[in-house]
Every structure is written in structure tokens, then in C-alpha cells.
């Protein structure tokens, strides 16, 4: 797992750690340390910490005036155990919210495994956006997690699955994606938007 970067092609047009309304404002990288893992693998030392001990993310792309958001994430998404949705929700998406993001996109391609637990931090995040048409969808989920996701039935609250499974991004501009996203929403395709 240390040899899988978070996306870097967008970093001409944006990086979190010079953003000064971003989380990881400030943060300084290392490009030989490694000191984050995975369980006991270690991962590369571009990944964010956010507060949990078995997922990171990278935030890639954030368009403050038209209110979105992209973030990479990578590892095992547990609510069950660490409650990871809280610290999604604590640590990045109430600071995106209170600088005016509304829709959240979450690439979950390096998504390992997904435990749910209840849903009621996602029903809380969409209830913060729906006012303002926000959405939060999962790209490429995994058959394994989508079924996981499912059963914790975040169906409700997240785009997740179907049309957003195989979504290529990757070498595609930001701004592109977004559109793509959106046009999939205003396609009516699973969409939770209000």
C-alpha cells in the first residue's frame, strides 16, 4: 500500500496544504518518511490523518464559489470500531461546510472494506447541505462495500452505487468531473439532492 500516491495531476490548480480555509492548511509532507499505516502496512506519507486509524484522505480539488469539493480516500472505512463517519464529519466536512461547500464528492476507488454501524452522522451531513441543494456521492464503490453500505442503509443519505461505480476521473479536469456528477444527479440517477 505505500507505493499508492494520492491523484496528483490536479496539484497545479489546487493543494489543501496551501489553502488557507482547508483543513490541512499548513501541513508539511515528506516524500521519505513514512509513519502512517494501515493496520501494519504503511501508506505514502502524502495521505492525510484526520483522526482515524484505518482510513486517510486527500483533498484534491475545492471550488469555493461554486460549492464542491473532491476527496480521495484510501483504506477501510469502519463506523462499527473508530466511527470513522464521525471524524469525516467533525474534522472535514463541517470545516468545508462552514467555508461553503455543499457537495461532497468522495473517490472511494482505494476503499477497501466499509463497516457500517448507524447512519445518523450521514442523515446529520445531508440534512447541514440539502438546503442548498449539497449532495455527498461515493465514486466507485466496491461491490463488497456498495453491499455493506446497503445493509447500514446509507442509501438514504449518499449516492452510492449503480451509475457511480465505474466513473473514470482520473485524467479528467476537475471542473469535468464535477459536471459529470452533476449531470448524473439531474439525470434523476439515485440521486439523494433536495
Known amino acids: 500500500m505505500h507505493d499508492i500516491e494520492p491523484y496528483y495531476k490536479w496539484r497545479d490548480q489546487y493543494i489543501a496544504s496551501e489553502d488557507e480555509n482547508s483543513p490541512f492548511y499548513g501541513r508539511e509532507y515528506s516524500e521519505f518518511t513514512f509513519s ?34 473532491h476527496i480521495e480516500l484510501i483504506g477501510e472505512w469502519n463506523d ?9 464529519k467533525r474534522e472535514i466536512a463541517d470545516h468545508l461546510y462552514a467555508n ?11 476503499v477497501l472494506n466499509f463497516h457500517g454501524s448507524d447512519n445518523s452522522y450521514y442523515e446529520e451531513w445531508l440534512d447541514d447541505i440539502a438546503e442548498d441543494q449539497g449532495w455527498i456521492c461515493l465514486l466507485n464503490t466496491q461491490d463488497h462495500v456498495e453491499r455493506e453500505m446497503e445493509a447500514t442503509e446509507l442509501q438514504y443519505y449518499v449516492n452510492f452505487g449503480g451509475v457511480f461505480s465505474d466513473i473514470q476521473w482520473q485524467g479528467k479536469k476537475p471542473e469535468t468531473v464535477q459536471m459529470l456528477i452533476e449531470g448524473l444527479m439531474h439525470a434523476g440517477a439515485k440521486s439523494l439532492s433536495y
Open 80 to 88: 462499527c470500531l473508530n466511527n470513522d463517519i464521525m471524524f469525516i
Open 36 to 69: 502512517n499505516k494501515i493496520y501494519n502496512y504503511f501508506i505514502h506519507p502524502q495521505w492525510d490523518e484526520f483522526g482515524s486509524a484505518t482510513i486517510y484522505m486527500k483533498i484534491l480539488y475545492v471550488d469555493y464559489a461554486r460549492g464542491y469539493c
Open 100 to 110: 461553503g461547500i455543499r457537495k461532497f464528492t468522495l473517490f472511494c476507488d482505494n
